[in-house]
């Protein structure tokens, strides 16, 4: 099967609508969570500007451990008391944070970073991990963007949820 990663123009938010139209058809048939995970963190890596690392964590039950990812190696296991990562999967609520040298705790896998956006992947109250997305540049995401990354992880937690029922 060939895809074409998509040529996004226009306004933020019909970027997001062709992109989250894009993680739809990549999943679509398909319900294992880390081969649609490998292919969503593709596909936003290759069609967003200004990252330098996409990827997942997923939940063991005690910590998070890497998943599928595009840029550099990185941390393979994050504590939920710590960094955004962590922030996100403890309180399950979207963390985006415009300079994370200014977060505490926050966990260091590419000193490039400065920017981070990570949406926790909740399925029946359940957490399944965190789609982490980085910039080397400071406050490289918004509120379209925050709202865009939480409706593809909402597709890709979609086309797992869709094994459960079939």
């Not at 200004?50 to 998943?67: K, R």
Request: overall charge negative; charged content about 20%.
């Amino acid at each position: 099967m060939s895809f074409e990663i998509p040529v996004l123009a226009g306004s933020t938010r019909h970027r997001y609508d062709e992109l989250i139209e894009s993680a739809q058809a990549l999943v679509a048939g398909e319900t294992d969570l880390i081969a649609n995970a490998a292919n969503v963190s593709a596909l936003v890596y290759h069609s967003l500007p200004q990252l330098n690392w996409v990827g997942f964590y997923f939940f063991d039950g005690t910590e998070l451990v890497i998943g599928p990812f595009q840029g550099k190696p990185a941390c393979v296991r994050i504590p939920l008391d710590r960094g955004v990562c962590g922030a996100a999967a403890r309180t399950a609520t979207t963390q985006r944070v415009d300079d994370v040298h200014a977060v505490p705790d926050h966990i260091a896998c590419d000193a490039a970073s400065r920017s981070e956006l990570v949406v926790p992947l909740i399925r029946d109250g359940e957490l399944l991990g965190v789609f982490d997305l980085d910039s080397p540049v400071p406050a490289r995401f918004d509120d379209a963007d925050q709202a865009g990354i939480e409706a593809i992880a909402a597709v890709l937690l979609d086309s797992v949820c869709r094994r459960d029922h079939s």
